[in-house]
């Protein structure tokens, strides 16, 4: 029996998925073809009895965004519990753009799409596609929470909204400003990242260049962010107990404790020469 939604057969989700890379872009890749190659492509989708994307016949500037987007957990109100298996296997699943919608409603202002979904642990991470007056719109309001809207089965992703009150608080777009500031704040607290690495991160989050990386292009502040989760904790933040070393005369009690637990490759007697040089 042919199936009776031409979206879901393999001929047209390919078709699709090519606009998608025509448009927003999909997993980390973006192409600009002709206006010619956009309409043929846009009438073989009508052929298969699809209609095509906006984007397709009408090209813009895409501003790309990191995003946290959801994470696993037990959702009592919801009578579902997603766990980390759940998450692996909504981006194993995700083969075209998201959209993104205002409070679980669709609207005029064509925001963006979620165009890119990866796990982190127990976080699913996202690369958002915004266009440029959805970006501006975003920047001067507070609407940078987000909210994933998920089958019932959990398989996919449907959509993705900027909300006022997010089911996980932390759930929202990161961008350079105040946003890139909390995130290297959280970093720091963690130990996952020195105060003297602080600025080239901050300045490596800003850049939007694409790289080579393990056989495809990459966006530069994923890869950092990749690079700063992977990291272990420091030492220097690590909340575990260090052994207090013996007092020394040049030093107060509550210094030598603060040394011998912070600097402990560092003798105390070293330390109170450079302390009292």
């Known amino acids: ?8 057969r393999p001929d047209g989700r390919e078709l699709l998925r090519v606009a998608a890379r025509w448009g927003p ?23 298969a009895g699809l209609t095509p994307p906006g984007y397709l016949l009408r090209p813009r500037e895409w501003r790309s965004r990191e995003a946290k987007l959801f994470q696993a957990g037990d959702y009592p109100d919801k009578q579902v519990s997603v766990s980390a298996d759940d998450l692996q296997r909504l981006a194993a699943n995700f083969d075209l753009p998201v959209p993104i919608w205002v409070e679980h409603s ?20 996202g ?18 929470r987000l909210s994933v809207a998920l089958s ?30 909390e995130l290297i704040d959280s970093w720091l607290k963690a130990g996952r990242l020195l105060p003297v690495q602080a600025p080239l991160v901050r300045s490596l989050l800003s850049v939007s260049a694409r790289i080579f990386h393990e056989g495809s292009e990459a966006e530069t502040a994923g890869l950092v962010r990749r690079f700063v989760e992977l990291n272990p904790v420091h030492r220097l933040f690590d909340q575990t107990p260090a052994p207090i070393a013996s ?19 560092l003798s105390l007697a070293e330390i109170a020469k450079r302390v009292g040089a």
């Open 1 to 8: 029996m042919m199936e009776s939604n031409p979206e879901s």
């Open 25 to 47: 872009g999909l997993n980390g890749v973006q192409e600009l073809p002709d206006d010619e190659a956009r309409a043929d492509l846009a009438r073989r989708l009508e052929e």
């Open 106 to 125: 669709s609207n005029p202002l064509e925001i963006g799409y979620v165009t890119q979904v990866r796990v982190e642990g127990e976080n699913l991470m």
């Open 127 to 144: 690369r958002l596609a915004l266009t440029s007056e959805a970006e501006s719109l975003i920047e001067s309001s507070s609407a940078k």
């Open 152 to 181: 019932e089965d959990l398989e996919r992703i449907t959509e993705v909204s900027l909300v006022k009150s997010p089911r996980i608080p932390d759930a929202r777009i990161f961008s350079s400003g105040p946003q890139v500031d």
């Open 247 to 265: 007092s020394h005369p040049d030093l107060d009690p509550e210094a030598a404790a603060f040394y011998a637990r912070h600097f402990p490759d």
